[in-house]
């Protein structure tokens, strides 16, 4: 099937810690891999993105690579900020039709 | 650059009464568009996508409906509410096969 499975939360952190939450895919096909943000009460915004193999998007200090060789993107941050406190998606885009794939989400809590 | 909006920003509605859900977007053609659900705490539900004017497919069934009368508008309807359509409303929008662009968001609690 074609489908975005990513680590349950909460996760909870000291500030500047090390930060992975953990996202791989099931697709036929390299679809492009994404990393969306949900801060409390708004839409979700765009992370960062990796469109083929091997790829590392970045943004804000949070890197993500597309291993196809595991069918993962993990997305990591060397020290994470209370202001990252939020809900991160991972997801993939279709690679026929016009649905996009996400992960159920993962809460991140971030304690000075 | 391109731009989404969503009204209302809030809305409480009481059981049974309609609903109209508007979604704008600016600075592009013939984009995809979406309509998805999220409940308190929960992750995403498509709704409904549109790849043109008057072309939607429903994802999931219920009592919602949704409309494309324009090329860059997006609608979702219902003409009587229930408890369990509270939600995080979200629009987004795509040019295939690219990255997905979402709106603000309509908080509805249905009372």
């Known amino acids: 099937g074609n489908s975005v499975t990513q680590m349950e939360g909460p996760v909870t952190l000291s500030e500047e810690a090390f930060l992975t939450i953990n996202c791989t895919y099931t697709?036929?096909?390299?679809?492009?891999l994404f990393w969306y943000v949900q801060y409390p009460g708004e839409g979700l915004q765009l992370l960062l993105k990796a469109t083929k193999a091997d790829d590392k998007g970045s943004n804000k200090g949070f890197e993500a690579t597309y291993r196809k060789e595991t069918t993962s993107f993990h997305l990591e941050k060397g020290s994470v900020q209370v202001s990252d406190s939020a809900v991160y998606f991972c997801?993939?885009?279709?690679?026929?039709?016009?649905?996009?794939?996400f992960g159920t989400g993962t809460s991140l809590t971030v304690i000075p | 650059s391109q731009t989404i909006h969503q009204w209302p920003a809030t809305l409480v509605q009481p059981v049974g009464s309609p609903l109209s859900l508007e979604c704008t977007v600016e600075g592009t053609s013939n984009p995809n568009l979406y309509w998805y659900r999220q409940a308190a705490g929960r992750g995403l539900q498509l709704l409904f996508y549109?790849?043109?004017?008057?072309?939607i497919s429903s994802e999931v069934p219920q009592n919602l409906s949704a409309s494309r009368p324009q090329d860059r508008q997006f609608i979702l309807s219902s003409k009587k509410l229930l408890l369990s359509d509270s939600g995080f409303y979200l629009c987004a929008w795509s040019v295939p096969p690219d990255t997905q662009y979402f709106g603000p968001g309509t908080r509805l609690t249905v009372l």
């Open positions: 697709a036929t096909g390299y679809p492009s």
């Open positions: 997801a993939r885009s279709p690679r026929t039709g016009n649905q996009f794939y």
């Open positions: 549109s790849v043109g004017i008057g072309q």
